[in-house]
């Protein structure tokens, strides 16, 4: 609907509803900006330095593998690290993305809680936590940060250029003026002259400023159990893959150099709840196409808990982030954040 491939009455009438819907969503946006802006809302600090990666649009930028790299590179300097998210469902339970970087991560708290300032709060006087992490907090401006990272997809970086519910965007590109430094993920999937594009428009609104891009870099199969399996067990392959994430199209990119055929690739709701029927039912499509070997993502893996479907070897591909362009400038905006004695940790 939003990308205009409903056509006919039906969809010109309902894209003309939700522009009006994101008509009063642009107002309440500025309003809250503003009042940040202009110091009559004010953020607040809770002792130790903040980063924050977050996007400005709806649908996977790639902030889990971006929040890993970030934690995995204090933590290698001997920083005690909290990552802090909103979380999205149950409060009792951890979503999707906490579940795969505490997998990835098992070193590292996650607090996920919507009081994100209460939750530092925790992060840093019950865990004695140097620094924190703010995942998806690029909106979230009650918490003060001292870093504020914007990824954006390549494959879609401003949303179709209209804010939530007629486009993708959360709120104006405008917005961008308040990154410490941006970064376009999935670089490799789109051409120099595109990536170009997208930079003359950033600095357009942002002026001149640091240059980071990134790939999405597949990094070894797992299976429900923790097994882990080489990236070769998909060369030649017969595969079938499938996927409840916010960008499908970025997964479906990333997997298809590395099979020898996809036979097929369902796509489900980002954050999709897999219950018995959709396991009955990609059991009963695993048999019905005989691939070698049915692929997930890491964050759908978690969710279905399966070791096979219909028979066939079901894998979940953990991706990590890796920055192509850039890595020194960033390295120098992360290392002033590092404390001046962190502890040396010893096994």
């Not at 690739?265 to 005989?290: K, Q, S, T």
Request: proline share 6%; glycine share 10%; hydrophobic share 40%.
């Amino acid at each position: 609907m939003v990308r205009g491939e409903t056509r006919g009455l039906r969809g010109v009438l309902a894209r003309r509803a939700l522009g009006g819907i994101a008509a009063g969503y642009a107002v309440a946006v500025g309003m809250r900006n503003a009042l940040y802006d202009s110091g009559l809302w004010s953020a607040q600090r809770v002792g130790v330095p903040v980063v924050s990666v977050g996007n400005l649009t709806l649908g996977g930028t790639g902030k889990t593998p971006m929040v890993e790299w970030l934690a995995r590179w204090y933590r290698d300097r001997g920083v005690r690290v909290a990552l802090i998210s909103r979380g999205y469902g149950s409060r009792r339970e951890i979503n999707d993305e906490g579940r795969v970087l505490e997998e990835n991560l098992p070193d590292v708290p996650h607090l996920q809680d919507p009081d994100r300032v209460a939750s530092g709060w925790i992060a840093v006087r019950e865990l004695e936590s140097q620094l924190i992490i703010l995942d998806d907090g690029f909106q979230h401006r009650r918490l003060a940060r001292d870093l504020d990272m914007v990824l954006l997809d390549s494959l879609d970086p401003f949303g179709q250029g209209r804010l939530f519910p007629r486009g993708l965007l959360r709120e104006p590109v405008g917005s961008l003026r308040r990154a410490g430094v941006v970064m376009l993920t999935r670089a490799d999937l789109v051409d120099r002259s595109r990536r170009e594009e997208i930079w003359s428009l950033i600095e357009r609104v942002t002026g001149s400023g640091v240059r980071l891009e990134s790939r999405h870099a597949p990094v070894e199969l797992i299976d429900a159990e923790g097994g882990r399996f080489p990236l070769s067990e998909l060369f030649a392959r017969d595969v079938a893959a499938f996927c409840g994430i916010g960008n499908p199209d970025g997964f479906r990119r990333t997997i298809a150099p590395l099979c020898g055929r996809v036979l097929d690739f369902r796509v489900f709701p980002d954050h999709h709840p897999y219950n018995r029927a959709d396991v009955r039912g990609l059991a009963a499509w695993a048999r019905e196409l005989r691939p070698n070997l049915v692929l997930t993502t890491q964050k759908d893996l978690v969710k279905l808990r399966a070791l096979s479907l219909g028979g066939v070897p079901l894998r979940g591909l953990r991706i990590g982030l890796e920055i192509t362009v850039g890595l020194q400038a960033l390295e120098e905006l992360l290392e002033p954040l590092v404390p001046a004695n962190p502890p040396v940790e010893t096994s």
